[in-house]
């Protein structure tokens, strides 16, 4: 039974489980058509289940898990690759995009700093969610670099990004917000990848200006820590 | 360009990205420098996208799989948030919707102001 016990620990064990549960999230997710059924949701539930139910430790499994981490880094800067194809639509219209997602960015820093002191969180858990409205593996490295915890900040992330692209078209009511450029740009910087997806439900130029400015809003907020973390 | 290739370009991009945040006097996410590194060679020409088209094509594909792990320590870290919940899903819905609507207003106001620099330079020609 214990030699049993001592398989789990392989690393074949995580990586498989990981793939099996993303391939079922993505199927439910076909399935469903709605943001709230995020394969990466539904695979960490079904995870946590497995591990739960077997009494496997976390520690078996991030034997495997170690392995899915090497490709955090390459995943981000994999990034690098839609920015760069939608070049000609950034240049088109330059000035409205960066000014846009610095101020965003800026401002989604700022009101989750402030409704944190309000609500008197410790340094720990406002760390782990400044971060909360760009693309995962950038909202990673930021976290730890301010000193959050990680795990958190993913689950921020993800919840942001469920929440905006949900709202999406209600907040485009709701600001009165007619410019397709202006709409696809708020999304991307609210709700990164998540919300990306519902931009592009939204219009071709909504999604593509979601993209870019995902992609710009992370870079600047990764600026912008730099003032947040003096503030902490 | 072969897969392996493909591979080995991304993870030595990622490799001097460790390098240069090694090197930083300032803490500074790696993986955003190697983001910063594969966009400039883009722009200058020395990598062309279809030299990492299969690799990158498969990362972005597959984006939320790596995030699993880290995201599976999240049961680990539930004492964090013992009886803060509610107040940490509140924070986080009031700045979508203030980060959606500054962005956005923001967005509309430069895309006005450029057309107006435009009409006064329309005028001006004329």
Redesign the interface.
Known sequence: MQALKEVFYSPYF?VVL??L??QLGLAINRKINHPIA???LI??II??AV?QIFHIP?EA??E???I??L???????????????N?QILKN?L???L???V??SF??MA??FG??KL?E?DT??TAS?LS??VT???A???T??LGG????G???V???GI??SI??PF??KL?H?N?P???G???G???H?VGTTRAIAMGELQGAMSGI?MGLA??FT?FWA?LFAILL | MKIMMQIAIIFLLCFVGELIAAILPFPFPASVISMILVFCFLLWGPLKVYHIKKQTDFLLDNMAFFFIPPAVSIIENLHYMEGKLLILIFICTVSIFTTFAITAWTVTAMIKLEEKRKERKHHASA
């Open positions: 995580g990981s793939i549960a993303y995020n394969p990466l695979a960490v995870i946590v591990l976390m499994f991030q495997g898990g170690n899915i981490n490709f955090l880094a390459p995943a981000t800067a994999a990034l690098a690759v839609p920015i760069y194809k070049l219209n000035l409205p995009i000014v846009g997602t101020v965003g401002a989604s009101v989750v409704l944190c609500f969180l720990v858990l969610l909360k409205s995962t593996p950038i990673m490295g930021i730890q670099q915890i990680v795990p958190i993913i689950a921020a993800i919840f942001t929440t905006g709202i999406a907040m485009v600001f917000i410019d450029i202006a709409q740009v708020g999304i910087t609210c709700s990848a400015a992370g870079f990764v730099f």
